[in-house]
T-cell receptor
Framework: DGGITQSPKYLFRKEGQNVTLSCEQNLNHDAMYWYRQDPGQGLRLIYYSQIVNDFQKGDIAEGYSVSREKKESFPLTVTSAQKNPTAFYLC?????????????FGPGTRLTVL | DAKTTQPPSMDCAEGRAANLPCNHSTISGNEYVYWYRQIHSQGPQYIIH???NNETNEMASLIITEDRKSSTLILPHATLRDTAVYYC????????????FGDGTTLTVKP
């Protein structure tokens, strides 16, 4: 089955530690995205990548880093510089030929920093 | 990007049509209207999009006013599983970077 996988579903870390969230897609999509969602709020864009080895900052990139070494993978690192890292993190992908805004989302990772 | 305005919440009786409005009075000529929904604690799901013509697919219908300043998402026969947050976003079709979602409308379908 084609889709987007995010692992793990729940993640706990101590304050001050970096943590990397995984996102893999087998849809052969060109673009990939990371969003953050806080309780009761909408999605805010952290980073996005339209092609391999290239990525752009979204609205709230501070304290986060990404890489896009392979088309199917777009890991997100939440660094210790991120002041409020506890949130629900969503990864998405889209295909250029259908316009970037028809996005397919993964199930999300809920990160809790203790 | 055009800003959208949606009511924070709506109720609908099971089996009835759910009509979710969205205002986008500053929409530009090349911006599309997209709808997504997010069931609690899951990733959002793309529903439908349109430019100026009305659109229908297996999930919903999208009605865009002639002046394109507002639109309505219609779920023709709402079920309890349609309870979710519905997001209306307005974007240029080929711009990957403008993808932040607002707070949406929480639709509650009641038996």
């Amino acid at each position: 089955d084609g889709g987007i996988t995010q692992s793990p579903k729940y993640l706990f870390r101590k304050e001050g530690q970096n943590v990397t969230l995984s996102c893999e897609q087998n849809l052969n999509h060109d673009a990939m995205y990371w969003y953050r969602q806080d309780p009761g709020q909408g999605l805010r864009l952290i980073y996005y990548s339209q092609i391999v080895n290239d990525f752009q900052k979204g609205d709230i990139a501070e304290g986060y880093s990404v890489s896009r070494e392979k088309k199917e993978s777009f890991p997100l690192t939440v660094t210790s510089a991120q002041k409020n890292p506890t949130a629900f993190y969503l990864c998405a992908s889209s295909i250029r030929q259908r316009g970037y805004n028809e996005q397919f989302f993964g199930p999300g990772t809920r990160l809790t920093v203790l | 990007d055009a800003k959208t305005t949606q009511p924070p919440s709506m109720d609908c009786a099971e089996g009835r049509a759910a009509n979710l409005p969205c205002n986008h009075s500053t929409i530009s000529g090349n911006e599309y209207v997209y709808w997504y929904r997010q069931i609690h604690s899951q990733g959002p799901q793309y529903i439908i999009h349109g430019l100026k013509n009305n659109e229908t697919n297996e999930m919903a219908s999208l009605i865009i006013t002639e002046d394109r300043k507002s639109s309505t998402l219609i779920l023709p026969h709402a079920t309890l599983r349609d309870t979710a947050v519905y997001y209306c976003i307005v974007r240029v079709r080929t711009n990957a970077g403008k993808s932040t979602f607002g707070d949406g409308t929480t639709l509650t379908v009641k038996p």
